[in-house]
C-alpha cells in the first residue's frame, strides 16, 4: 500500500520538475557555471580542477540542490492547501517528506553530471570509478541535509524558505572550504569548517580520490541525520496545514 | 442506524481561546447533516477534528468506528476542503488517479469519480488551469473515489453555477441513498434546509440548536404578517400576541405570535386591508436569532 502511494508521490514530484523547469535550470545552472567559472580563472594552479575539485564543487552543488528544494516544495505544497489534502487523504508522513527527497535526486545527479562534464573538459581524462564513487558519496551523504530542508519547509512560507535554505547553505559551504580552500580563509574562520556538516561531506567525497580516514566523517553525517530527521518529522507534525 | 461520525464532549483550544467547548455530533449511515453558524462558531475546527488534521481533547470522536487521526480510517472518508490549491504540474487525470492509489482504489475508480462529477475529457487539462467551480468539482471526485462512509464537505458549493451545483447535489442524494452519512457546512441555508435531514446550528464552540429544519423553523413561534391597512400602528402594537411592529414600502409588516387572531382583529378593524401575507420564519432568520447575529455564515 505505502509503496504503491510512494511511487505516486515520487512521479507527482518528478512530474512537478519536468514540467516546470525553471527550477531545475537554476538550481543546477548556477552551480555547474560556478565550477565553470573557478576552473577558468585557477584551472592551472595546483593540480587544476579533477575529480579532488569534483569533491568539493560537487558537494557544493548537490547542497545547492539537495538543501534548498525539497523545502521550498514543501513550503510551497503547504501554502496551497495541498499538503492538507495529503493528510486528510491519509498519506503517510513518512512518503510525503521521503517523496520530496527522493525527487531531489536527479537534480543532484544531473548538477554533478554538468560539473563532472566541466571537469573533463578542463582538466582532461578522469578517473571513472574515482567519479562514480565521489558521486555516489555525495548523493547519498546530501540526504540529511533535505531533512533540514524539509524542517523549514515545515514552518515558512515559499520566499521565507528560500532565504532561510540559502542563508543556511550560502555560509556554510564556504566556510567548510567548498567554494576557495580553508587556507585562504582567516586561521579562526577555518577552524570552524570541523563544526559544519558539509565539511565532513565533502571530506568524505575527498578520500574517495585521495584517500584518508571516512569514519570519522561518517560519524558525523550520521550523527546529522539523526538530528534532521528528528526535526524535520518535529517540524511537520507541529505545521500548520 | 448505525452511526457513521460520533463526538462527543469534544474540546479544542487555540493557545487562551476556546474554539470547542464540549461539542457533541453524530451522523447516521444515509443521513445528510448541515452544519451552521456564524463566522468563527467553530465549524471548521470541528470539521478539521473530524477528517483528522487537528486533534482536541474528547470523550470520543469516531469515524465508522475508527480513529480519524489514523490513515487507515481517514482513507474511508471523501473530504472537500476550503482553500485547496492544486499543483501547477498536475493533469485532472494524475490528480484523481493519486487520490485513488493514496486509498488502494483501482485506476478505474478514478475514471468513474471523474466521470460522476462531470469532468470527463478534461483528465489531460492541468488543474490549476481550470475554472474555480471546475477545482470544486475536482476536489469532490478525489473524495468519491474511494466510495467513502463519510463525505466530509467544507462549502463545497462554492463557485458553482446552477448546473453544477444540481449535479453536485444530485450526486449527494445518491451517496446518501447508499448508505454514505454527509457532514456539511454551507453558507447557503436554503439549499441546506433542502437537503439536509438535520441541521445543526454551532455558535461560540457550542451546539446551540438541533433538529429538522422544520423543527428548527418552529422553534421561533412569530409568524411574520405583511398587509396594506390603513389600521394605525399604534393601533396594532397594542393587540395581544404582537411582538413588532413596523411601516416598510407602503406595507405594515408585523410578528405575532398568533397570527390567525391578529389577521382576524385586522380585518374586522379594516375589511379593506389587502395584499395580506402571512409567512413562517425563515431558516436564516431562526439562525439569526438563536446566534443573535445580524450576518449568518456557515
Not at chain 1, 565550477?35 to 587544476?48: K, V
Not at chain 2, 487562551?16 to 451552521?36: F, P, S
Not at chain 2, 446518501?176 to 433542502?194: F, P, R, S, Y
Amino acid at each position: 500500500m505505502n509503496t504503491r502511494i510512494f511511487r505516486t508521490e515520487v512521479r507527482d514530484e518528478l512530474l512537478g520538475i519536468v514540467r516546470e523547469p525553471t527550477a531545475l535550470f537554476f538550481s543546477v545552472l548556477m552551480p555547474v557555471a560556478f565550477f565553470a567559472l573557478f576552473a577558468t580563472m585557477f584551472g592551472d594552479e595546483g593540480d587544476g580542477f579533477g575529480v579532488g575539485s569534483l569533491a568539493t564543487y560537487g558537494a557544493f552543488g548537490v547542497l545547492a540542490v539537495v538543501l534548498v528544494n525539497p523545502g521550498v516544495g514543501l513550503a510551497d505544497a503547504r501554502e496551497r492547501g495541498w499538503l492538507r489534502v495529503k493528510r486528510a487523504d491519509g498519506t503517510p508522513l513518512g512518503v510525503t517528506l521521503s517523496a520530496k527527497v527522493t525527487a531531489a535526486l536527479p537534480y543532484a545527479i544531473v548538477t554533478l553530471a554538468g560539473i563532472t562534464l566541466v571537469a573533463r573538459l578542463t582538466s582532461g581524462p578522469l578517473d571513472v570509478l574515482q567519479v562514480l564513487r565521489v558521486s555516489g558519496v555525495l548523493v547519498l551523504g546530501a540526504l540529511p541535509f533535505s531533512l533540514f530542508s524539509l524542517a523549514v519547509g515545515a514552518r515558512f512560507s515559499p520566499s521565507a524558505a528560500i532565504s532561510v535554505l540559502n542563508a543556511m547553505l550560502i555560509p556554510s559551504v564556504i566556510l567548510s572550504g567548498l567554494w576557495f580552500p580553508l587556507e585562504m580563509l582567516p586561521t579562526w574562520l577555518g577552524e570552524v569548517a570541523v563544526y559544519l556538516p558539509p565539511y565532513h561531506l565533502a571530506q568524505l567525497a575527498l578520500a574517495q580520490v585521495e584517500g584518508g580516514a571516512v569514519w570519522g566523517h561518517v560519524a558525523y553525517l550520521v550523527a546529522t541525520t539523526i538530528v534532521g530527521a528528528i526535526a524535520a518529522a518535529l517540524a511537520y507534525r507541529s505545521a500548520e496545514v | 442506524m448505525e452511526h457513521v461520525l460520533e463526538v462527543r464532549g469534544l474540546v479544542h483550544r487555540y493557545g487562551d481561546l476556546t474554539a470547542l467547548a464540549g461539542v457533541d455530533l453524530t451522523v447516521k449511515a444515509g443521513e445528510c447533516v448541515a452544519l451552521l453558524g456564524p463566522n468563527g462558531a467553530g465549524k471548521t475546527t470541528l470539521v478539521r477534528n473530524v477528517i483528522g488534521l487537528i486533534e482536541g481533547n474528547s470523550d470520543l470522536i469516531e469515524v465508522a468506528g475508527g480513529n480519524p487521526r489514523s490513515a487507515e480510517t481517514r482513507r474511508r472518508l471523501g473530504v472537500v476542503q476550503q482553500a485547496v490549491g492544486f499543483p501547477r504540474s498536475l493533469t485532472v487525470g494524475e490528480i484523481v488517479g493519486g487520490a485513488a492509489a493514496r486509498r488502494g482504489c483501482p485506476p478505474e475508480a478514478a475514471k468513474q469519480a471523474i466521470a460522476e462529477m462531470g469532468l470527463t475529457g478534461l483528465e489531460k487539462r492541468r488543474a490549476a488551469k481550470l475554472s474555480g467551480g471546475q477545482q470544486q468539482r475536482l476536489q469532490l471526485a478525489m473524495g468519491l473515489v474511494a466510495d467513502p462512509v463519510l463525505l466530509v464537505l467544507d462549502e463545497p458549493t462554492e463557485g458553482l453555477d446552477v448546473e453544477a451545483r444540481r449535479r453536485f447535489w444530485n450526486t449527494i442524494r445518491r451517496r446518501l441513498d447508499n448508505g454514505a452519512g454527509v457532514l456539511i457546512t454551507t453558507h447557503l441555508v436554503d439549499e441546506a434546509a433542502a437537503v439536509a435531514d438535520r441541521v445543526v446550528v454551532v455558535d461560540r464552540g457550542r451546539v446551540v440548536a438541533e433538529g429538522t429544519p422544520d423543527e428548527l423553523r418552529r422553534t421561533l413561534p412569530d409568524r411574520r404578517i405583511e398587509v396594506r391597512t390603513k389600521v394605525p400602528v399604534s393601533v396594532i402594537r397594542a393587540l395581544d400576541s404582537v411582538h413588532s411592529v413596523e411601516l416598510r414600502d407602503g406595507r405594515t409588516v408585523i410578528a405575532a405570535t398568533d397570527s390567525e387572531q391578529v389577521v382576524s382583529t385586522l380585518l374586522d378593524l379594516d375589511p379593506e386591508a389587502n395584499d395580506l401575507t402571512v409567512a413562517t420564519a425563515s431558516l436564516e432568520e431562526v439562525l439569526v436569532a438563536l446566534t443573535n447575529h445580524e450576518e449568518v455564515a456557515a
